[in-house]
């Protein structure tokens, strides 16, 4: 491939031992070679521009519009969207949820997955079973399940009838139409689907680390908590610190299951900023808000990812 | 590689981004108008619509082609849930429909730029004095700035509750009649193992159907009057309703986990498939009542051998004990308008025409029973259809639609979509019990009087 050329003149040149071309021509060469790239790259690049980053631009545009998403004459309003936003009780209280939902699905997801991981690795019997089990929620539709868990956890659900069951009628309860239990049953419907996820990648992580190590500190007389905690947590940070980018991207982006199994209520019990995003622009016709709230998700889903990062690489050294 | 195939190929790349790009640009922001007339008696016109469902659109359709057998309407149907998402961006372009559904309320201020003024139509279908010959309220929803937006096909009313009376006869029980009574009856039907009264009280529409009917208990009118701005959400008569609206709660009428609960499909499928013995719905669900509507809609519920059983409507009890008299109240369901962008205008008009204003169409609506006809003097000929259970609905029905087509108070007319998520919000605290009925009056006039700033 045409692009890879100048990368393979560089890697040659930097190799010692190797006839390395000399400068000059090379320049040359890589000069003659981008015309012929960039015809390759700009479409590309055009729609990516163009349809993405433009729209990501004309979304901030929108934000400063009272406008219902038809009408020909939007009206400017400046920051006026982003004003009425942060006084909004049911903004702030979609934020609070984000934060909560983010720190127990990944600490949950993180354990669950970790701890999946271990035991996959000892020779278990049907390890394969298991790892299919584990995994199959991650590829169900939220749309086909959400039916299925709203049936689960209504009034007279299965879940309820299970509790029965076991002789804890006295804490059954409508748990999903209570502002008090709605979210952590969202939570637990999140950890259910994302776990898998967070298992394989801690499983293919742990493939990664020397097994010379874990011996020498077994030989050293380390036990399995020590050799998870010194050897193979550390070793799996790269995983942790992506799985907490993606939890993080992920809550702030969440929408299919509150509004699927809740409809992001009762009260606003479930709302996201997702949630808050569609029932502005679509239901409400206030797209002008909408695209304020989008801004503000676009805003905080690229801090996250930035402190985490660098919290990451801080770590790593 | 030349430099002069380069030079093209840069070209043809620069050409095909300026494409992508300038479709980016116009799916990000397109407006303008369009459409052209072609002829009334011939062509083909694309209908879209949240209701009514396919088969009822069928059967429209298929008695309008007797009348117009060269003028092919295909109808789609879009859920409730994405008809805005769908509907928004279709008219947009020339590939939208000919014909739309338009809702009475809010939305005919935000379609009608999209929608050709239909005053003459209906001049010119019915004479000067149209507005006389069709329903009030039918064009009362759906005129914005003088404009005739979209013109009814009929209307849809609630504020009666529905009952499977076999269940009423199994238990032994008598319809409520007041509140006490009511709060009895469900306290009988929970002993007796069988469901009492189901709503969907996460859904802010059929909340709003039941605060309505408690309100025109209380006080007829002041639901109507707080809706306009006429008096305040914290008036005596809406708290007192809130209070009642609590106590459904509180009593053991409505269902446990009710605000978990949506109307469609929750609790619909619960009644019909004969959990509960009541449901708050309104006129739309008439067409339940007939055996071929009842045995597809227990179907739908997930019954595999569906059994027709005796759907009654009954009147919403006195839940004051004050001897106001139930209200009712509607919007038109839907109104057919005339996108501005159609490429077969006239083949559209006769359509809409046809379906809103001609006798034979109106009766074809009346006695499909979805609808209350727009059409002034035209009921179901109910000898022509057939009830499973004709001694206990005949009587009952004919009263019924008799009653709710004399009613002229709005049911969303009134309030924007602010103004129902502070309703909303306002049911869901007291249902929960965290804020009083009083808190809950004054937080959601406080909420209107903000939206009015």
Known sequence: MVATEPRSARTLAASPGTNAPSTGPRKRERRALQPHGLPWILPGLVLSIGVLYFCIGYTAVISTWEWDGLSPTPEFVGGRNYAQMFRDPVFWGAIRNTILFFVITFTVQTALGMLFAVLLHSRVKLGVVYKVIIFIPVVLAPAIMAPVFRQFFSADGLFNGILEFFGLGAITQPWLAQSSTALWVLMAITVWQWTGLTFVLYYAAMGQIDNSIIEAARIDGAGNLRVIWSIIWPGVRGTTVALAMLGAIGALKTFDWPWLVTVAGPNHATEFLGTIIYRQTIPNYDVGYGAAVSVVLLVLALVMAIILQIRGRERAR | ?453
């Open chain 2, 1 to 453: 590689m030349n430099t002069a195939r380069a030079g093209r190929r840069i070209r043809i790349a620069a050409g095909l981004g300026a494409v992508a790009l300038t479709a980016g640009l116009a799916g990000c922001g397109a407006q303008g108008g369009g459409g052209s007339e072609g002829t009334a008696d011939s062509g083909t016109i694309d209908w879209w619509g949240w209701t009514p469902d396919v088969n009822v659109a069928n059967t429209y359709i298929e008695a309008f082609n007797e009348e117009y057998p060269d003028i092919t309407v295909n109808y789609k149907q879009v859920p409730i849930e994405d008809w805005e998402a769908a509907l928004r961006p279709a008219l947009q372009t020339a590939s939208g429909p000919d014909v739309f559904g338009v809702q009475p309320g809010s939305r005919v201020d935000a379609f009608k730029t999209f929608a050709e003024d239909l005053t003459p139509l209906a001049e010119e279908a019915l004479g000067e004095d149209w507005k006389d010959k069709v329903s009030q309220i039918g064009i009362d929803g759906l005129t914005a700035d003088d404009k005739l937006v979209a013109m009814s096909v009929g209307a849809v009313y609630a504020g009666s509750l529905w009952v499977n009376q076999a269940l009423f006869d199994q238990a032994g029980l008598e319809h409520p009649t007041t509140l006490d009574e009511w709060v009895q009856v469900c306290e009988d039907f929970r002993a007796a193992g069988i469901g009492c009264f189901v709503q969907g009280a996460s859904q802010e529409g059929f909340d709003q159907d039941t605060l309505q009917a408690i309100a025109e208990r209380v006080e007829p009118g002041a639901w109507t009057e707080a809706s306009k701005g006429e008096r305040p959400w914290n008036d005596p008569a809406i708290v007192e309703t809130f209070e009642i609206w609590q106590r459904l709660f509180t009593d053991g009428i409505m269902q446990e986990g009710a605000i978990g609960y949506a109307q469609y499909p929750d609790a619909n499928n619960d009644f019909m498939s004969g959990k509960y013995a009541m449901i708050m719905m309104g006129s739309w669900y008439t067409q339940y009542a007939p055996e071929a509507g009842m045995i597809g809609a227990i179907e739908a519920a997930g019954v595999a051998d569906p059994e027709p059983f005796p759907l009654v409507p009954i009147e919403f009890p006195d839940v004051t004990g004050e001897g106001n008299p139930a209200g009712y109240f509607g919007d038109a369901d839907y109104g057919l308008a005339l996108s501005t962008k159609s490429d077969n205008k006239a083949a559209a008009r006769t359509f809409i025409t046809w379906l809103t204003t001609n006798e034979d169409a109106q009766q074809i609506v009346a006695n499909t029973l979805n609808n209350i006809p727009a059409l002034k003097g035209i009921s179901a000929d109910w000898d022509s259809i057939t009830l499973p259970f004709p001694d206990q609905q005949l009587t009952a029905l004919q009263e019924y639609t008799e009653t709710v087509s004399q009613a002229t108070a709005a049911r969303f007319l009134h309030l924007n979509q602010d103004e129902q998520d502070a309703i909303l919000e306002a049911a869901v605290s007291l249902a929960e019990g965290t804020a009083t009925p009083q808190e809950a009056a004054d937080r959601m006039q406080e909420t209107v009087a903000a939206l009015g700033e």
